[in-house]
């Protein structure tokens, strides 16, 4: 496997960043219900990073959205394509994301994100990012709370809360598991909140992280692990299950 290296012109430091992250916002699209649950694909996607060598790995798994059975996975592993900044964190990891789902021949049809969309500070997270490059339907599904108020969701698989900035509801604390702590969904592109639950519950028989991310994460670290060289290809390498 060979390295994706930072696209010409990639943003270089926060101004930049922040730049485009404002246009490409204004390009969200939040009327949309988005695709019904358990019909045509989701595609779960995460990376990993290799702090060493600054690398990032990153894996899309391409998932029946009624069996949860795989469809197909790619994987691609890039430079780290910008530096750690809170809320901009889509930058380090967007052009090897995109190389891992170039790869893939299968629809992806929905995209799950391990992180937010619209819960973030300038309602432009990951979700809402790929989404937005894609022109996909998106949805963040995160494991761990951003910066905004919530109370704890009844105990019951099912049951949620809002997650509030300003008295706006940006996202929600979903029990995917009873008496689990939950996780926290935010719309990305082109889908409804109510959908976007319904879609996480559906990911999650049997355990608390929608399938889609579990297998997204384990064949991401597995990427990790190949060896790679140092010269540009096409992007991300694909195995059809």
């Not at 246009?23 to 695709?35: F, S």
């Not at 937010?116 to 809402?128: N, T």
Request: proline content about 9%; some cysteine.
């Amino acid at each position: 496997m060979t390295i994706i290296e930072i696209p010409a012109g990639w943003p270089a430091d926060e101004t930049a960043a922040l730049a485009v992250q404002r246009e490409l916002r204004g390009r969200l699209v939040r009327d949309e219900e988005g695709p019904p649950v358990g019909e045509g694909h989701v595609t779960g996607l995460d990376v990993a990073y290799d702090d060493e060598r600054d690398l990032v790995a990153a894996a899309a798994v391409v998932l029946d959205a009624r069996t949860l059975e795989v469809v197909e996975e790619a994987t691609a592993v890039g430079r780290v394509s910008f530096p750690y900044v809170p809320g901009l964190l889509a930058f380090r990891e967007i052009p090897t994301v995109l190389a891992a789902l170039d790869a893939l021949g299968a629809d992806p049809g929905l995209l799950v994100c391990d992180g937010y969309g619209l819960a973030h500070p300038r309602r432009f997270g990951l979700a809402s990012h790929l989404g937005v490059l894609t022109g996909r339907p998106s949805v963040g599904v995160a494991k761990n709370p951003f910066a905004f108020a919530h109370e704890q969701p009844g105990p019951a698989r099912g049951d949620s809360s809002p997650l509030l900035a300003d008295g706006e509801e940006v996202g929600r604390a979903v029990r995917t598991r009873s008496r689990v702590k939950p996780v926290f969904v935010s719309v990305g592109h082109r889908i409804s909140l109510d959908r976007a639950c319904a879609h996480t519950l559906h990911l999650t028989p049997r355990y608390r992280i929608p399938e889609t991310t579990r297998r997204a994460d384990s064949l991401c670290r597995r990427a990790l692990a190949e060896p790679v060289g140092e010269r540009p290809s096409p992007p991300g390498t694909s195995e059809s299950l």
